[in-house]
């Protein structure tokens, strides 16, 4: 259904729904997007779901959605939001069923030339040693007690226990651990979902990649970020599997009946939400943060996979490979976070649905490595061109709570995409990029085709040319694994 509300131009990278165009908006809506990318924005509804964000009780600023926008749960994904956190509510709608689903970078000092003729032969020790799919299970068999260590330590865990290197805590957001977990607030069937799929991609858009830093736009920071001209790239993207959806199951029936019971006003039963400052809004917000936890902490495991993979194949250690994490960022969460608002400093939880943090230079939650050139942001755009590095800049900070995208958006549904695309096809274009590519499903290659996605050069342009990041490098695919 398209939508065809009023989206005023702001400039050349910004749109607004004003604040009349909805009943019960308490702030505008803006989203970032060029006059290219307006037809097609619309062509989903999804502008509807950013105008019923600003209906949040409490939220501060304007209601927000990046160029990569596409019709979500309750929020739109790409969709940006604060509110205040001492009169502001929390909506897992927000965050996505995917608590945590995030993009890990691992850089190695190999050429493609380094590894010769076994490309093919990494992409499936890779395939073998990271299980994929729908419903894949890890190959850590833990049980409940080690379960409730990652739900409450996230990566540190996995460090600890010999999946990873303790410098890869350095270079992950939060270091791979939000404090506030607690898991009294997680149920045992989240649990039970959870404890089999440790350790594994899962299915969707999920991802493990083979890259070549392809273009180098900014040396000096590309530099620190440890990434050089023709160097090979992992890419990791995954998220907290059926536990951190069924966290998001459990208390979006809970807000459900809490917003019916105190008849809180809201467009949409999607944005079930309660103050963050209740009881059911601060149990739902630790145990978010034990999903976050979770996926961190599942990323730890691939990347330990990952470098034991290249080591078979190529006999060397992952040590003397260079294969270091570059950054680990999240693209669904709620962080507490202070920002300024009117020129006052305020406390706020920030919803990121389908977002990555951008933070500028200087911010003290950037790790000390990288905090003189802005937080990694990392990008990824459809199977076929890869992936994005980019750089936080000081327009994410007085534009967008420190915000920018998180991949290309979906520009067709998955349903669309299987109806009218082919295998044949999808395999013909990345054999024509030479291209390998490991699936597990032919419904899965399709839903992820690079024609159901959005330009990934558009959406890079927008949060660039608005301020948000800066380009660092360009990372192109050589191999694919997809669930």
């Known amino acids: 259904m398209a939508w065809k509300g009023t989206l005023n131009r702001i400039d050349d990278n910004r749109w607004e729904i004003p604040m009349d165009e909805s009943a019960g908006m308490r702030t505008n809506a803006v989203i970032y997007a060029s006059e290219d990318m307006i037809s097609q924005i619309r062509s989903d509804n999804a502008p509807q779901q950013a105008a019923n964000v600003a209906c949040l009780p409490g939220i501060v600023g304007s209601s927000m959605a990046m160029p990569d926008i596409h019709w979500g749960y309750g929020f739109p994904i790409g969709g940006v939001a604060a509110v205040d956190e001492n009169s502001g509510s929390i909506s897992p709608g927000g965050i996505g069923f995917d608590i945590n689903c995030g993009v890990r970078l691992i ?15 990494l992409v499936d020790e890779l395939y073998n040693n990271v299980p994929s799919g729908l419903g894949s299970k890890g190959l850590t068999k833990v049980g409940y007690k080690e ?4 739900l409450e330590r996230g990566s540190e865990w996995a460090v600890e226990n010999g999946y990873g290197w303790e410098r890869d805590l350095e270079v992950t957001e939060e270091g791979g651990h939000m404090e506030d977990a607690d898991i009294t607030t997680v149920s045992d069937k989240a649990r039970k979902r959870g404890l089999p799929q440790l350790g594994s991609l899962g299915s969707g858009n999920h991802f493990l990649e083979l890259d070549v830093v392809e273009n180098v736009f900014d040396e000096a920071t590309a530099k620190v970020f440890g990434l050089k001209e023709g160097t090979v790239t992992i890419t990791v993207h995954c998220g907290s599997r059926g536990c951190g959806h069924q966290i998001a199951t459990d208390y979006l029936q809970e807000m459900e009946r809490y ?40 990323r ?5 996979w990952a470098r034991e993979s290249f080591e078979k194949i190529l006999g060397d250690s992952a040590e003397n490979m260079g294969m270091d994490v570059v950054y680990d960022v999240a693209h ?14 305020e406390d706020v939880l920030v919803h990121r649905k389908g977002a990555t943090r951008a933070f500028a230079p200087g911010r003290s939650e950037i790790t000390m490595r990288y905090r003189d050139v802005g937080q990694p942001v990392i990008i990824p755009g459809d ?7 980019l750089a936080g800049r000081r327009g994410s900070m007085e534009q967008t709570f420190g915000s920018s995208c998180h991949g290309a958006g979906r520009k067709m549904s998955r349903k669309a995409a299987i109806d009218t695309l082919s295998v044949e096809g999808v ?11 490991r699936n597990g499903s032919r419904e899965g290659v399709l839903e992820e085709a690079p024609d159901a996605y959005k330009d990934v050069d558009e959406v890079i342009k927008v949060v660039c040319d608005a301020g948000l990041t800066a380009k660092v490098a360009k990372l192109t695919p050589i191999g694919v694994i997809k669930g």
């Open 107 to 121: 850089k190695t000092d190999l050429t493609v030339d380094d590894i010769g003729g076994l490309k093919d032969a």
């Open 147 to 150: 379960l409730d260590e990652i």
């Open 259 to 298: 917003v019916k019971k105190n008849s809180v006003s809201l467009p949409d039963r999607q944005l079930a939400c309660a103050p963050l400052d209740s009881k059911l809004g601060d149990d739902y917000y630790r145990a978010m943060c034990c999903g976050a936890n979770y996926a961190w902490a599942n």
């Open 300 to 304: 730890q495991m691939i990347t330990h």
């Open 332 to 345: 669904n969460i709620a962080k507490k976070e202070r920002h300024d608002i009117d020129r006052h400093h």
């Open 383 to 389: 199977m076929s061109v890869g992936t994005y590095v």
């Open 427 to 437: 395999m013909d274009q990345m054999a024509a990029r030479d291209i390998y590519l």
